[in-house]
């Protein structure tokens, strides 16, 4: 964008559109750009822009081509439509066809039309998305994040679901396909319905491996291209204003966290959508029509995350009222259509989710709030100021006390982007809008410390999350997670920054610029997303792969993988996976209630298992016991209840010696077949039996 030239100046017609053949003096006067000096209100989001923004205006039509002097050789059109006058050369080019005209090079025809910026900046937050999951993309199947491998097996297994929802028609909501026979409540374990059915074609050509990985690429991409869209359309004006903001919403340190183990969280790329259209409902003329869209985009989240919906609606709300708490004259034109619109939303998002609800709290093993091994996750204060461990300043072993693990590292901005933010707050702090984003940061940034607020692992005071954690909702919180909120909130005021600083005039101009560009480099420098880490995992047995299971296990019996699958031990449910979820598998990786009774506290994992819990403490250990008569007769029983037909042991299974020696002190003698041990306990377990 450049500055305005003084009305009336005078300048020579462009070479590309028509003008005068070389060694005329005839000049055109062309139209100055408009610039708008006045407050613009970005009616379209409902915010207020800053104050002295200012916009700049094209001329509608071109300056008229110059009119060559009497006996002047007529002037040919260049090729692309204008240009140079045709027979003189222009420097540098080179002439082809022999003619005296002079083809032009392509990047001087390029155009920058918006709609290629958007292009190219989409191009790049999907290079930069490949980039996060390159080592993944080596081998998909192969290759698992490191450190933690049970949540990428739990979105495969719910990704195979989708499949069977498709294709035989499943009941979405529920399955038995693993915890047999007690089964597993999908909407109250993020089945993510929303990603998983669009990729029924991707699952089924080359299995839900490669699914996740591609749901790990877009979601990062998605998300990014997604909140640049909106920033560039209703927030700021110039396009790397966007550019950066959006960069920053989809590759912060704490989506590249969640990258490795959860496409649920870091596939939000609806969320700005729906920010934009709340905003909307506060100026809007038709409350009714875009209450309804604001329903079927709501709707649509619910299937990808709950617990982001959830966080969405509330930084809207936050933000709302902290707008209105600086002009309470806002709130005068605003309810009407807020209060019309969001009950609109609230009777069709209501009448769509309804059923899912219902199933979701009062079905079959629901569940009512989360299991006390995270309820009490929160970040520490120092966390903030760390970089993220899979960022370019990262360290894994520096980071080990500042979060709870490392899939949730949901702060983390590095020293250098913290004070910045507090100093683009400070620069711009007489715009309200900015004000507004910066109680809503420190708002949910205070959340996200949790029960206990701690600095480097130190207990400081009680945290104001301590009276919140047990209300209707927030008690299925994981509260480090609300930090997310403020990496957003961080990706607009660096938006609205790069946008005061590229629109300033005068003798400020360059220097704004400079400073800028240095700020962006010390503040995101450090945190620059690297790829991310990952180790090698078993392959699924041949076994499995060639259907030899199918010689041994009939409808409605189960397959039981040594160990018994656990959130410690996720290997089983890609085994079922793999095969679309064809056969049932007991125990396994979820949130069900603690006692198998509905309405109960959660618990990851179904009702405790003797020989679950014998055979995986021998694959910890690979120490072997002798059993008892007791012990054998459990595991029968254990074995009826779940209507095993064949237990199967990988021969390259940690400590699969020790297992198989166990496995025959309950069962008898195994039987190789192919990878695997194999053992036939249908005359040992069938219900009749």
């Known amino acids: ?59 509608v039509d071109a300056p008229p081509a110059a009119t060559p002097p009497p006996g002047a050789a007529p002037q040919r059109p260049a090729a692309d439509g204008g240009g140079a006058a045709a027979g003189v050369p222009q420097r540098g080019a080179v002439d082809t066809d022999g003619d005296g005209a002079t083809p032009v090079a392509w990047w001087r025809r390029w155009r920058w039309t918006a709609r290629r910026k958007d292009l190219v900046v989409y191009g790049i937050f999907l290079v930069v998305a490949l980039w996060v999951t390159s080592r993944i993309w080596v081998d998909p199947a192969g290759r698992v994040a490191s450190l933690y491998s049970s949540d990428p097996a739990q979105v495969q297994f719910f990704l195979a679901h989708s499949v069977r929802v498709v294709l035989h028609g499943e009941f979405p909501f529920y399955t038995d396909q693993f915890n047999f026979p007690d089964g597993v409540n999908l909407m109250a ?103 309804l869209l604001l329903a079927v985009l709501v709707t649509g989240q619910a299937f990808i995350n709950e617990e982001i919906l959830l966080f969405t609606a509330l930084a809207c709300g936050v933000f709302l009222i902290a707008m ?42 629901a569940y009512h709030g989360l299991s006390d091994a995270v309820q009490d996750y929160g970040n520490d204060i120092a966390a903030f100021f760390a970089p993220g461990s899979p960022t370019f300043g990262g360290n894994e072993r520096a980071n080990v006390n500042l979060a709870p693990n490392y899939s949730e590292e949901n702060a983390f901005f590095g020293w250098s982007l913290s004070l910045i933010a507090v100093g683009i707050v400070l620069w711009l702090r007489r715009e309200r809008l900015v004000r507004a984003l910066a109680v809503t940061g420190a708002f949910f940034a205070l959340l996200s410390l949790g029960e206990q607020i701690s600095w480097w692992g130190r207990d400081l005071i009680t945290g104001p999350w301590e009276l919140l954690v047990r209300l209707p909702l927030l008690d299925a919180v994981v509260p480090t997670r609300f930090a997310l909120i403020t990496s957003v909130v961080i990706g607009m005021l660096l938006a609205l920054a790069v946008q005061r600083a590229w629109t300033l005039r005068g003798a400020q101009w360059r220097h704004a610029k400079t400073v800028t560009v240095a700020a962006l480099v010390l503040a995101l420098l450090p945190i620059v997303p690297m790829p991310l880490k990952v180790t090698s995992r078993p392959p699924v047995p041949d076994f499995i792969t060639a259907d030899r299971w199918r010689e041994y296990v009939g409808p409605g019996q189960t397959l039981v993988p040594v160990p018994v699958p656990s959130m410690g031990n996720t290997h089983g449910m890609r085994w079922a996976a793999a095969t679309n979820l064809d056969f049932k598998i007991p125990g396994g990786y979820f949130l069900a209630p603690r006692n198998g009774n509905t309405g109960d ?8 298992s003797g020989i679950g819990q014998l055979l995986d403490e021998v694959a910890t250990t690979g120490r072997t016991t002798k059993l008892d008569d007791r012990q054998r007769r459990r595991s029968l029983d254990e074995l009826r209840h779940w209507n095993a037909a064949v237990l199967v042991l990988p021969l390259r299974q940690q400590n699969a010696e020790p297992l198989r020696r166990t496995v025959e002190q309950l069962v008898g003698p195994a039987r190789r077949e192919l990878d695997v041990w194999v053992w036939d306990v249908r005359p040992l377990s069938a219900r009749t039996a």
């Open 189 to 291: 374990n993020t089945a993510v319905l929303a990603l998983g059915i669009p990729m029924v074609p991707v699952t089924l050509l080359f299995g839900p491996a490669v699914s996740f990985v591609v749901l790990v690429t877009l979601g990062l991409a998605g998300t990014a291209a997604a909140w640049y869209h909106v920033l560039s359309r209703h927030l700021v004006r110039r396009r790397l204003a966007a550019a950066v903001g959006g960069w920053f919403c989809g590759f912060s340190p704490a989506m590249l966290s969640h990258a490795n183990w959860h496409p649920n969280i870091i596939s939000q790329f609806l969320l700005p959508f729906i920010v934009w259209r709340v905003m909307v409902l506060t100026r809007s003329t038709r409350p009714l029509r875009d209450g």
């Open 1 to 59: 964008m450049t500055s305005a030239e003084p009305r009336g100046a005078s300048a020579p017609a462009p070479d590309d559109s028509g003008g005068a053949a070389r060694g005329t003096t005839a000049t055109a006067t062309a139209p100055p750009p408009v610039t708008l000096t006045t407050p613009v209100d970005l009616r379209a989001s409902g915010v207020p822009a800053p104050a002295d923004r200012t916009v700049e205006a094209s001329p």
């Open 324 to 365: 209105v708490a600086q002009r309470p004259a806002l709130w005068s034109a605003a309810w009407r259509p807020l209060a019309k619109g969001l009950a609109a939303c609230a009777v069709l998002a209501g009448a769509l989710l309804a059923y899912p609800l219902y199933v979701q709290f009062a079905g079959p093993m």
């Open 601 to 608: 506290p959660g618990r990851f994992g179904g009702r405790p």
